[in-house]
């Protein structure tokens, strides 16, 4: 479907992509995780066609230039800056960049209100969107990208400073377009986000990518160990035979297997007041890949 090969992009003498090359399957959803200024966006502007790389090329669909109208017609760009006119309503934004993509009469009446429902804001329809919640506009950003139902969708950091509410109606809205079979190239620095939505996903700092796999791979090959940490009831008889650290009824556990160890633990008569399990996941490949948290 996508076809990325060699991407290098710089600004003024910064590097700020460096030789990346991917393919997204088609119906894939697929994410680009990593901080704040690690090149994701630079990435999927090169991809669409907004920005031309300094060398290398995108391929979609086999033989189409991003640059060419009638490939980015099938692509829908939701950015991570706000692309809504603040002086309209809900439904002439919608209605606005519905005729931009070439829609009009009952089709544009019946995507409007597909859009609006799907967005949460059919009551809010006719109100100036300058009046919207934070997470309002979000949405409304989010289905202004969907609303001539293009083949692939580009969400950049869709879910940026929105509330509880909002982000899970996005989600539950990106999960419903990769069940109707849609492209999606998703960039995050949220590693929950990766984690509940994607296929597979490329971790990128700068500018490069660090590794490529689905989730469950990455964390296996990246992750490191589990942590079993709990208290006992009582003291074990003997502790050697307790794997890990036992000081009193204190027990702290490190394991490729948190589930099957804590089993063999309760096999052995141990009889735990508390437990807990912290399981490896994106934020302990991050920190293994690159020795620093998304977040910094």
Not at 6 to 30: C, M, P, Q, Y
Not at 140 to 161: C, K, Q, R, S, Y
Request: hydrophobic share 35%; with cysteine.
């Amino acid at each position: 479907m996508i076809r990325v090969e060699n991407l290098r992009k710089s600004f003024n003498g910064t590097v700020a992509v460096d030789g990346i090359s991917l393919e997204v399957n088609a119906s894939e959803t697929f994410g680009l995780l990593g901080p704040n200024g690690a090149g994701k966006t630079t990435t999927v502007n090169m991809i669409i066609g907004l920005l031309k790389p300094d060398s290398g090329k995108v391929v979609i669909n086999g033989t189409g230039d991003p640059t060419n109208p009638q490939i980015r017609l099938d692509i829908g760009n939701c950015p991570q800056s706000l692309s809504i006119y603040e002086d309209m309503s809900a439904e002439e934004n919608l209605r606005f960049f519905g005729k931009m993509y070439g829609l009009k009469g009952m089709e544009l009446s019946k995507k409007v209100d597909w859009a609006l429902e799907f967005a949460g804001l059919t009551d809010r329809r006719s109100d100036l969107s300058r009046d919207y919640s934070g997470g309002m506009k979000r949405r409304l950003n989010l289905v202004a990208a969907m609303i001539h139902d293009p083949t692939v969708l580009i969400l950049d950091e869709p879910t940026v400073g929105v509330d509880p509410q909002s982000r899970n109606l996005i989600f539950e809205g990106i999960e419903a377009m990769k069940r109707e079979g849609k492209t999606v190239i998703y960039t995050t620095h949220y590693m929950e986000e990766a984690e509940r939505l994607c296929d597979r996903v490329a971790i990128i700092d700068h500018g490069v990518i660090l590794d490529l796999d689905t989730v469950e791979s990455l964390i296996e090959k990246h992750g490191g160990v589990s942590v079993i940490e709990g208290d006992l009831i009582s003291p074990p008889d003997n502790p050697e035979t307790v794997p890990g650290m036992v000081e009193g009824t204190k027990v702290r556990i490190e394991t490729d297997r948190p589930m099957e160890e804590f089993a063999a633990l309760s096999g052995k008569g141990l009889k735990f007041s508390s437990v807990r399990i912290d399981k490896a996941d994106l934020e302990a490949v991050f920190l293994n890949l690159t020795g620093r948290r998304l977040r910094d």
